[in-house]
């Protein structure tokens, strides 16, 4: 998943030179992933990687997982950007290097509420 997402922002986004000079990569924060079907090892599994949206703090990205035009797993992800020295590259600079719309995603907001709640739990313990 990390060489779909890299391979997403510096292909299919277009990232430039400038970035690849600043050495700019996307950091994960959190991962769900489901499994609908096994995928074997050494299966060939194509990746289709999109942005789901961005909030004041997290880019959202879903992979979804193919073989042989199957779809085996779906996952979501969500990160920040940064630089090799680790400085978080502001949502609002990003914003503006990705180029598709973002749409309101209602399961999404789903899952960033039960992140939250898992965060809250977590602190209470």
């Given at each position: 998943?990390?060489?779909?997402?890299?391979?997403?922002?510096?292909?299919?986004?277009?990232?430039?030179?400038?970035?690849?000079?600043?050495?700019?990569?996307?950091?994960?924060?959190?991962?769900?992933?489901?499994?609908?079907?096994?995928?074997?090892?050494?299966?060939?599994v194509?990746?289709q990687?999109?942005?789901?949206?961005?909030?004041?703090?997290?880019?959202?990205?879903?992979?979804?997982?193919?073989?042989?035009?199957?779809?085996?797993?779906?996952?979501?992800?969500?990160?920040?950007?940064?630089?090799?020295?680790?400085?978080?590259?502001?949502?609002?600079?990003?914003?503006?290097?990705?180029?598709?719309?973002?749409?309101?995603?209602?399961?999404?907001?789903?899952?960033?509420?039960?992140?939250h709640?898992?965060?809250?739990?977590?602190?209470?313990?």
């Amino acid at each position: 998943m990390d060489l779909a997402r890299l391979d997403f922002f510096i292909y299919a986004q277009g990232y430039d030179k400038d970035s690849a000079k600043q050495r700019i990569f996307p950091l994960l924060q959190g991962i769900e992933i489901s499994f609908i079907e096994e995928i074997f090892p050494f299966s060939s599994v194509e990746v289709q990687t999109k942005i789901l949206g961005l909030d004041e703090k997290y880019c959202y990205i879903e992979h979804l997982f193919y073989v042989d035009k199957r779809l085996k797993a779906h996952a979501r992800a969500r990160g920040v950007f940064v630089t090799h020295g680790k400085k978080r590259i502001p949502i609002q600079e990003l914003e503006q290097q990705i180029s598709q719309k973002l749409l309101k995603n209602k399961s999404l907001e789903k899952w960033k509420e039960y992140l939250h709640l898992k965060k809250e739990d977590l602190n209470s313990q």
